[in-house]
C-alpha cells in the first residue's frame, strides 16, 4: 500500500459512522408488533426443546461438573435442575446444552443460529419469575436482530475465513438481548455491546467436538457479562463497529461500515424471510440431501444392500463445514455428508437416535462412506445463495439403475416450515431424552402452555412448571449433578 493510500485509508475510518450508537438506540427503542411476538414465541419453543434435549449430553454434564453451585441472591436455575448458579456460569452450561445436538434453528442470511446464544443468555441474566412473556419475547426479537443484521454487514466473507458465525455474532446479540431486558439506558447498552465486540470469538475448526456447542455457552456468557459489566460502570470505545472495529475485523478488512441497505427491524428478519427451524438434528448443510435421500428410499423402495454409490451436488462452498467424511461418534456424524446419506438410505429416518455413538459406528455404515461423493459445483451462484442453492442427489443401484433427485427447498424454511404438530412432536421427543420417565402428558401440556407465552404475566410460572416435570425423577436429577 502506499503512503498515498494509507493515508487515504486513515482518513476515511477517522469518518466513521457512529454504528454502536445507531444499534443502542435501536436496543433501547424498538417497538415490536404481535404478530413478530408470535412467530418469536414459535422459536423459543424450538430452542427450549432443544436445550432441554441437550442437557443430558457429555459435553453438558462434563462442564456442569465443573462448576459450582452458588446460592446467592442473583444466581440462577437451570431450567433442568433445582441447582442455582451464578448467571455466568448459567448461561455458560444452558447455551452448551442448547447446541449441542446442532438441532436449534438457522439464519442463512448470516450462516447462523441465531435463537440458542440470545435465548441461552435470557434464561441467565435473571429468574424470569415476575417478567411477562411478552417483554422477553421483545428482547429476544431484538437480540436476534441485532445478531444477523451484524452477520449480514460482514457479509459471506466473515464464514469463508472460518468464524464460527453463531458464537462471534452471538456475544452481541445475546447483550443486545440482556441490555433490553434488565432497561439498560442508551449509554450502557452501548457500553455493553463495544463489550461484548471485544468479547466475540469462535472457529469453525471446531466443528463435529465438544466446543462447537461451547461457543454457544461462551456467547451466551459473554453477553451476560458485557451487560452485568456496564451497569456496573465498565466502558467501551464510542466506536467498536464500523471504521477500524468489528465488521473490519470480522469479514477480513472486505467491509469496514454498516451498509445503507441492511436496516434494523426493517422488517424484522424473524418476519421475513423467517428463521428456519431444523427437521433434522445435524447441520443445516446436510438438510437438503438427507431429504432428497429419505424421498428416493421411499418412492423407489431402494435398500442400503441394493446401492453401489451416490453422488451429491452441492453449491460452491456447501461442504466447507462438513468436515467429517468418516465420523466416528454422534458429534462427528452431525457434520458428515456421507453418513447423513447412508443412515437415510439405510433407516428410512434421520432422528436423534441416529446421532448416537452406536448407530453411527455400525459397521454396515462405517464400510461404506468412500461409496459417498459430495462434489461441489462450479460457482454458478452468489455466494450468499448458499442456503437456497438446490442440492441433488443421485443413487446408483448395482444392477445399474440410477435415481436422482433435487431439493431446492430447505425443510424448516418458509417455503417448507415445521407445522405446529411437527414443532410438538419435536417438543416431546426432546423433552423425553432430557427426561425418560416424564410423561407425555404432562410433557404436551408444557407446549400447550409455552404456546400462550407472548400472553403470559408471570414467565416465570411456566419455567418452573417445566423444571417440575423434567426433575420429576430423583434418579434422573441426580444423574445431573
Not at 366 to 390: C, H, K, N, Y
Amino acid at each position: 500500500m502506499s503512503p498515498e493510500q494509507a493515508m487515504f485509508r486513515k482518513d476515511r475510518l477517522a469518518q466513521r459512522a457512529p454504528a454502536t450508537e445507531a444499534l443502542a438506540d435501536y436496543v433501547v427503542g424498538a417497538q415490536v408488533g404481535t404478530p413478530t411476538l408470535d412467530r418469536a414465541r414459535l422459536a423459543v419453543l424450538d430452542t427450549l426443546a432443544v436445550t432441554l434435549g441437550g442437557s443430558t449430553e457429555p459435553v453438558t454434564m462434563r462442564l456442569l461438573a465443573t462448576l459450582e453451585p452458588t446460592h446467592q441472591a442473583s444466581s440462577v436455575p437451570l431450567l433442568w435442575s433445582d441447582h442455582t448458579f451464578n448467571r455466568f456460569d448459567a448461561a455458560l452450561v444452558t447455551g452448551t446444552a442448547s447446541h449441542v445436538l446442532d438441532y436449534d434453528d438457522v439464519s442463512m442470511l448470516s450462516i447462523c443460529h441465531p435463537s440458542a446464544p440470545v435465548l441461552s443468555a435470557l434464561l441467565s441474566v435473571r429468574d424470569w419469575s415476575g417478567l411477562s412473556g411478552r417483554v422477553l419475547l421483545e428482547a429476544f426479537v431484538i437480540g436476534t436482530e441485532v445478531l444477523i443484521r451484524l452477520g449480514q454487514t460482514m457479509g459471506f466473507r466473515h464464514y469463508q475465513l472460518g468464524f464460527h458465525a453463531t458464537a462471534t455474532l452471538g456475544a452481541v446479540g445475546a447483550a443486545a438481548a440482556c441490555a433490553r431486558l434488565m432497561g439498560l439506558d442508551q449509554l450502557r447498552t452501548r457500553h455493553a455491546l463495544a463489550i461484548a465486540a471485544s468479547m466475540s470469538s469462535g472457529l469453525q475448526v471446531n466443528f463435529g467436538s465438544m466446543v462447537k456447542s461451547l461457543h454457544v455457552g461462551l456467547a451466551a456468557s459473554s453477553g451476560v457479562r458485557a451487560v452485568q459489566f456496564a451497569a456496573g460502570g465498565v466502558e467501551g470505545a464510542p466506536e467498536v463497529f464500523s471504521g477500524n472495529g468489528f465488521v473490519r475485523a470480522f469479514s477480513g478488512d472486505q467491509s469496514t461500515e454498516w451498509p445503507d441497505d441492511v436496516r434494523l427491524g426493517e422488517p424484522f428478519v424473524i418476519d421475513d424471510p423467517g428463521f428456519e427451524q431444523k427437521r433434522y438434528p445435524c447441520c443445516y448443510m446436510l438438510h437438503r440431501m438427507i431429504e432428497a435421500s429419505l424421498q428416493l428410499r421411499r418412492e423407489h423402495g431402494i435398500a442400503l444392500e441394493q446401492v453401489a454409490d451416490v453422488l451429491v451436488d452441492m453449491p460452491s462452498g456447501g461442504t466447507k463445514p462438513l468436515v467429517h467424511p468418516r465420523p466416528q461418534s454422534g458429534l462427528n456424524a452431525l457434520f458428515s455428508g456421507p453418513y447423513a446419506v447412508l443412515a437415510s438410505l439405510a433407516d428410512g429416518r434421520v432422528d436423534l437416535k441416529s446421532f448416537t455413538d452406536a448407530e453411527v459406528r455400525r459397521s454396515a455404515l462405517q464400510q461404506r462412506f468412500s461409496d459417498v461423493i459430495l462434489r461441489e459445483r462450479a460457482l454458478t451462484e452468489p455466494a450468499e445463495a448458499i442456503g437456497d442453492a438446490p442440492v441433488t442427489v443421485t443413487v446408483r443401484l448395482r444392477d445399474g439403475k440410477a435415481f436422482t433427485r433435487t431439493i431446492t427447498v430447505s425443510p424448516g424454511s418458509a417455503h417448507d416450515p415445521l407445522t405446529p404438530g411437527q414443532l410438538r412432536a419435536k417438543w416431546i421427543d426432546c423433552l423425553r431424552r432430557a427426561c425418560p420417565s416424564a410423561d407425555d402428558d404432562d410433557i404436551g401440556a408444557l407446549f400447550e402452555s409455552g404456546w400462550r407465552l407472548s400472553d403470559m404475566v408471570d414467565a416465570g410460572e411456566w419455567t418452573r412448571a417445566i423444571r417440575a416435570v423434567v426433575t420429576q425423577s430423583p434418579l434422573t436429577c441426580e444423574a445431573r449433578r
